[in-house]
């Protein structure tokens, strides 16, 4: 980068992240060396840090992890949700150590400079997420210099000239470029993944963002699953013949992406096929329903958010990765509110009456866990079945 810094960097400081209010927090550098600018978040994980590394959703997105213990179990083949991570950077509190786990093949140091990702190790990360749950998520760049010289100027400049996740239609960057068939299921620790060979259904999904264990999860359910890309028309999906349509998650604002997906799945509603959306499909199918989205201060990350299931009055604990939410208020009548969020009631599902189609704000594949709302799956083989 250049110039010096406008002040000594700390000694041993090989990284550091700018906000665009001119913030500044040193550390060491991780992965990568260079700099990436992208809205700061956390996520409150415990585990399954590769699979929220490869989170499509977490595209335009610098990741704080606030569990202390990243890296500790390494990195291997078989936990990825896509092959070309999108994530902007990760932000972590302790150094990373040698792996300790029988299935890791690489440090996860080493994997992130395979895949160009920039990091920053010894950030104070519970006052950086303090600043985030009160003032919102900012926009920031991490910088790993080796030699530990920064041009903190340039890096703040940087930060308040990146336009923000607002407007960003990010899902036609990580979206399929062609239509493909996936056949994998669930892993398991005796066999790996399996292989759907007698599907009982053929459910197309609209790949927004989608991650891998999603699509094993419906493959899981005896499904045929054929994906397409996020611009494909209602024409083209229908001449398909699907018994139902998913809608994937995916990063970005649902209004953006919405501009051309919006028309279709609207079109599929009223098609009469069974339609299951989560996550950026949730919000899309919401707005395809009359509904209006708005981005959210902080957003909900992390694998343990507890919603209640308004029917049956079960809280299940979920997983959890977005910036952007319905507005209860907005919606029409005839789109009944069936799951809420106990942490701050905002929504997390919704049904159309009397219609097999429905959606939930969260990601209930479970990758990383837990898995209480497996059922869902189900749920969505019983409205292709006219059951729900």
């Known amino acids: 980068m250049g110039s ?20 500044v927090f040193w550390g060491r550098g991780v992965g990568a060396a260079g700099h990436s600018v992208g809205e700061v978040c956390f996520n409150t994980s415990l585990t399954g840090y590769q699979e929220i590394l490869t989170d499509p959703s977490y595209a335009g997105q610098i990741i704080t992890f606030t569990f202390p213990h990243i890296g500790n179990v390494g990195t291997n083949a078989e936990d990825i949700e896509t092959v070309t991570p999108v994530a902007r950077g990760l932000i972590i509190k302790a150094d990373i150590t040698e792996p300790a786990n029988w299935r890791a093949n690489q440090h996860l140091d080493a994997w992130l400079k ?99 264990n999603i699509l094993r999860c419906l493959a899981a359910s005896g499904c045929k699953v054929t994906v397409v890309p996020a611009t494909t028309t209602a ?25 051309y997906a919006v028309p279709t799945i ?72 069936t799951h809420v969020s106990l942490f701050d009631g905002t929504n997390e599902g919704i049904r159309l009456s009397g219609r097999p189609v429905f959606s939930v704000q969260y990601h209930p594949e479970a990758s990383p866990g837990p898995e209480d709302s497996h059922y869902l799956f189900d749920r969505f083989i019983a409205a292709i079945e006219g059951r729900y």
């Open 114 to 212: 395979s895949h160009n990702l920039v990091g920053l190790s010894g950030i104070d990360t519970r006052r950086l997420t303090r600043r985030i749950r009160d003032n919102g998520a900012p926009n920031g760049v991490i910088a790993h210099s080796p030699d530990g010289v920064f041009d903190i100027d340039a890096l703040v400049k940087t930060a308040k000239e990146w336009p923000g996740l607002e407007g960003m239609d990010l899902a036609k960057d990580v979206t399929t470029r062609q239509t493909y068939s996936w056949d994998e299921t669930i892993w398991s620790l005796k066999d790996g993944y399996g292989k759907q060979t007698d599907p009982k259904y053929h459910v197309v999904a609209m790949d927004f963002g989608a991650k891998r």
């Open 4 to 23: 010096p810094t406008r002040a000594p960097a700390p000694k041993g400081a090989t990284g550091v992240l700018v906000l665009a209010d001119g913030s």
């Open 235 to 259: 024409e083209e999906i229908l001449a398909l013949n699907p018994d139902g349509i998913f809608l994937s998650n995916g990063p970005g604002d649902p209004a953006a992406t919405g501009a």
């Open 266 to 337: 609207a079109r599929l509603v009223d098609s009469g096929k069974a339609v299951f959306g989560i996550c950026l499909g949730h919000q899309m199918l919401a707005l395809a329903l009359g509904g209006r989205t708005v981005k959210m201060d902080k957003g909900h990350r992390g694998a343990n958010h507890p919603v209640k299931d308004i029917a049956s009055g079960v809280v299940e604990i979920t997983s959890q990765n977005h910036g952007f939410v319905v507005l209860r208020e907005s919606l029409p009548d005839e789109v009944e509110v």
